[in-house]
């Protein structure tokens, strides 16, 4: 991945059927070829595991890469409703999104099994997406910067990463994710250069990978450029404004 390409990702959630997840799949991908944006930005979509591998075959080929949202941290096993991130990378998944704050808040998600999965997804030669952001409570407490710190060193902690390799950090606020109310760039890059700092400190004295941090929550198309533009922001995670083709493609054109 080029070091001063911008990166947007699409996470479909639990959003679209499979019928819906391949129309959209095939009308960005027209969208976004005549555009011609992909030297600019650099796109990943993430629909759900049924609607995976027809989106799979859509995009390949392509210049749109595919992420997952989210995989265990085994090759195989009795695992009874999981998907391994060896499988993933078998199938042409690039990037894969660890931790997000759905899957901390509804799925029990810990600290511990996301630095296993950083770890797992980094061996398979996967780009992890490690998602990260306090809730409302925390910042109504003041612990916004504490959480954030621990969350990235917690993730990384003991973690074997190669100078090769790619590492993004998507932060994403719990209170911004879907509210419509997004974070001001000036206290995103305020927090960007809090988790930067916190990486470099969890990461010692190896010799950093290339990381990028990006920013989630309620981004749209009039608010993007206010993010991409910092320097320190390398691109964002879109939920809703993901959805649709014509729509989205709109605003990775603001970038
Ligand atoms: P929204 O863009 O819908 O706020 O969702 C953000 C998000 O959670 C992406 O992972």
């Keep these: 991945m080029e070091k001063n390409k911008k990166i947007v990702i699409a996470n479909w959630k639990m959003q679209l059927s499979p019928a819906e997840a391949s129309l959209q799949a095939k009308n960005f991908k027209k969208l ?7 030297k600019k930005v650099e796109v990943a979509i993430a629909p759900d595991f049924l609607s995976y591998l027809e ?5 390949a080929g392509s210049n749109i890469f595919l992420a997952a949202q989210n995989g265990y941290s085994e090759t195989k096993g ?23 704050s759905e899957r901390r808040q509804f799925f029990a998600e810990t600290d511990e099994s996301i630095n296993n999965k950083i770890s797992f997804a980094l061996q ?12 409302f409570a925390d ?8 959480v954030v710190m621990q969350q990235v060193q917690n993730a990384l902690r003991g973690i074997d990463i190669k100078p090769s390799q790619t590492l993004i950090i998507a932060y994403e606020p719990v209170w911004a994710i879907g509210s419509g109310q997004a974070m001001q760039p ?10 930067r700092q ?3 400190d969890v990461l010692e004295d190896k010799d ?22 910092l320097d320190i922001i390398s691109g964002a995670l879109i939920g809703g404004a993901s959805l649709e083709a014509e729509k989205f493609i709109d605003l990775i054109k603001q970038i």
């Design 139 to 146: 910042r109504k407490d003041g612990r916004k910067d504490v």
């Design 55 to 59: 989106v799979a075959k859509v995009f």
């Design 32 to 38: 976004y070829n005549k555009a011609g944006l992909e």
């Design 186 to 195: 000036a206290e995103l890059k305020h927090t960007a250069m809090i988790i």
């Design 198 to 200: 916190s990486l470099i």
């Design 208 to 229: 950093l990978p290339l990381v990028k941090i990006i920013y989630g929550g309620s981004v749209n198309s009039e608010n993007i450029s206010s993010f991409t533009d």
């Design 124 to 135: 398979q030669d996967l780009i992890p997406v490690l998602c990260i952001g306090e809730t």
């Design 78 to 100: 009795a695992f009874t409703g999981e998907i391994s991130l060896a499988t993933l990378k078998e199938t042409g998944c690039t990037y894969v999104l660890i931790g997000h």
